[in-house]
């Protein structure tokens, strides 16, 4: 994995340098809420409460209003964020961990994984694509963590699961694409199958079966990372758990290939960039040359792209828009790296919390009172520990499921992926800080 990471790092500090600048000039519809959004057109939906079910009447469509007639969402810290320690499987080595609750454990998923030796060195071969681990949480709700002397080594939420070693938990469509585990093909490349978001939940029972999906672009890069293929197509993946006493805790939900190309070559990749249920609809944000652009579609009808809907031009229309046309564009509703959307009840506000385009572990948040925006301009929050190797520190992610569906404060983890020199062996190692944040 480490040959696929390190010719990454130049240029970082020049290209962060140009960001900040950009920043700091500030950009024409950002730091406020405009005027809310026109009413919905055309005969899409409306945005009907959670739980009721799809099919509204014509006449009635009106736009999600999260926070109407107020000002901008700015969000600030109530104190400097505090690292509380790592979440890991000391067994594994990978990064980009993102996170859902399953039931009653929270389900993570991940990039790239090595195995690592007992004294902690790691194997270089096999590497799997991707892999995933259950952590716990605790009687109150909160992840159940333990404290530990050293933060950034020591781990204090433990995770565990049974993965495959010849198959990655998002599984390759067959040798046609690329071999398993790590996704090589015949000619030298690779097609990473790396998904940038936890599953997406769409239906959970009382007795826990839950169902999720997840789009997966097929990212074809070469031996220094250089794009192979642009804007590849994208696999929509369906999870399902189902709770049993014949299933150990180390049992891990079943993943599998609901279409290969989903999302075609040339087609924005809706959902792979970011993804929420709620108000009704599956929110998905895709991205191209770092812009963004959303589609919405009821979650019982994900694996039906006629039901999709695209936000175009001010409005909800059932014809997907080509990749870069005018008037797909959500402006600020991101920093331009991975990270995280969800709704926060405290501010009654869509909110996004990640990084920008370049390594690091900086970390930014932006708010707005519909999916679709005004969105106001992220604002740093937080800065990790960088590691000692390559690219040092990435993906940013926010975890909303590790917070208390009860919780009265208004607050949230997070993680990225911190990258260091071996300390034993000679391939380096990736861990997950986990960062707490309270917000005013």
Avoid at 317 to 327: E, N, V
């Amino acid at each position: 994995m480490d040959k696929w990471k390190k010719r990454l790092s130049s240029a970082i500090d020049q290209g962060r340098a140009a960001l900040d600048k950009r920043n700091s000039q500030g950009t024409a519809s950002s730091s406020n809420y405009p005027g809310q959004q026109q009413p919905l057109q055309g005969n899409s939906p409306p945005n009907a409460p959670q739980g009721q079910p799809a099919g509204p009447p014509q006449g009635q469509d009106q736009p999600v209003r999260a926070n109407p007639g107020s000002g901008p969402i700015i969000p600030k810290t109530k104190r400097e964020p505090e690292i509380l320690g790592l979440v890991g499987d000391p067994s594994l080595n990978r990064d980009s961990g993102g996170s859902v609750r399953f039931g009653d454990r929270l389900l993570w998923t991940y990039r790239d994984t090595q195995l690592c030796n007992s004294d902690g060195s790691v194997n270089m071969l096999p590497i799997i694509t991707s892999t995933a681990s259950w952590s716990d949480y605790e009687s109150d709700g909160r992840p159940k963590i333990e404290r530990g002397r050293d933060p950034l080594n020591s781990v204090v939420l433990r995770q565990y699961g049974k993965n495959s070693h010849d198959e990655s938990f998002f599984p390759s469509p067959g040798k046609h694409l690329c071999h398993s585990p790590a996704g090589n093909r015949d000619d030298g490349t690779r097609i990473a199958l790396w998904p940038n978001q936890p599953p997406l939940v769409t239906s959970e029972t009382n007795d826990g079966n839950t169902m999720a999906y997840t789009w997966v672009p097929a990212a074809h890069i070469n031996q220094s990372l250089g794009v192979e293929t642009e804007n590849p197509s994208t696999i929509l993946y369906k999870t399902e758990y189902h709770p049993s006493r014949f299933h150990g805790r180390d049992s891990l939900p079943k993943t599998k290939i609901v279409a290969e190309q989903f999302w075609k070559q040339g087609e924005i990749a809706y959902g792979a960039y970011g993804t929420l249920v709620h108000n009704g609809y599956a929110w998905l944000w895709g991205q191209w040359d770092h812009k963004t652009a959303l589609a919405r579609v009821r979650p019982h009808e994900v694996e039906n792209r006629g039901a999709y809907e695209y936000w175009v031009h001010g409005q909800w229309t059932r014809d997907m828009p080509k990749l870069g046309q005018d008037g797909i564009e959500i402006q600020n509703a991101n920093a331009g790296g991975q990270g995280t959307y969800f709704f926060n009840k405290h501010w009654n506000a869509y909110t996004w919390i990640g990084g920008d385009i370049f390594p690091g572990a900086e970390t930014y948040v932006c708010t707005a009172p519909e999916p679709q925006g005004p969105w106001t301009q992220a604002v740093q929050i937080y800065t990790g520990p960088r590691g000692n190797h390559a690219l040092g520190a990435y993906s940013v992610q926010a975890h909303p499921d590790m917070v208390p569906r009860n919780s009265t404060k208004n607050e949230m983890y997070i993680t990225y992926t911190k990258n260091d020199e071996a300390q034993k062996g000679e391939i380096a190692g990736y861990t997950t800080p986990l960062v707490y944040v309270e917000f005013e």
